[in-house]
C-alpha cells in the first residue's frame, strides 16, 4: 500500500463527478472482504502527467458498492488511490465513472 488504478477515459468530459467502486467479488456462500479499498483518494488529469486531487476518504471495509461524489472536474484520466485496505492488498471488481447530470456512466 498504497496501491492505485489509473482509468483512460479515451477522451476529455467537463462535467465527470461521479466514482463507483465495487470490492473484491467471489460467489462463495460467505462473503470476503479481503482486498477492500477503505482509505482512498480521488485524482484527476487531462494529460495523464498532471494529476489534481478531487476527493479522499474512508469506506467501510465491507463488500457492499461504494459511491463518492465530487465538484464537477475537466478530466480524460482518473486515479483511485488505495492508501489502506482489508489484508493491506486492494482490489475492485468494478469502477465507474460517471457524470451527475442525468446520472450517466462515462466509463
Not at 489534481?52 to 480524460?76: H, L, Q, S, Y
Request: glycine share 4%; charged share 20%; net charge neutral.
Amino acid at each position: 500500500m498504497p496501491q492505485s488504478i489509473t482509468i483512460d477515459l479515451e477522451k476529455e468530459y467537463h462535467d465527470v463527478s461521479i466514482l463507483s467502486y465495487v470490492p473484491k467479488y467471489q460467489p462463495y456462500i460467505n462473503p470476503l472482504t479481503e482486498g477492500s479499498i477503505k482509505k482512498y483518494k480521488v485524482s484527476v488529469s487531462t494529460n495523464n502527467r498532471n494529476f489534481t486531487d478531487v476527493t479522499c476518504g474512508e469506506w467501510n471495509g465491507d463488500i457492499t458498492m461504494k459511491v463518492v461524489t465530487f465538484p464537477p472536474v475537466k478530466a480524460r484520466y482518473f486515479r483511485l488511490e488505495a492508501i489502506t485496505a482489508v489484508n493491506d492488498l486492494a482490489a475492485a471488481t468494478e469502477i465507474a465513472i460517471g457524470s451527475g447530470k442525468n446520472s450517466s456512466i462515462i466509463k
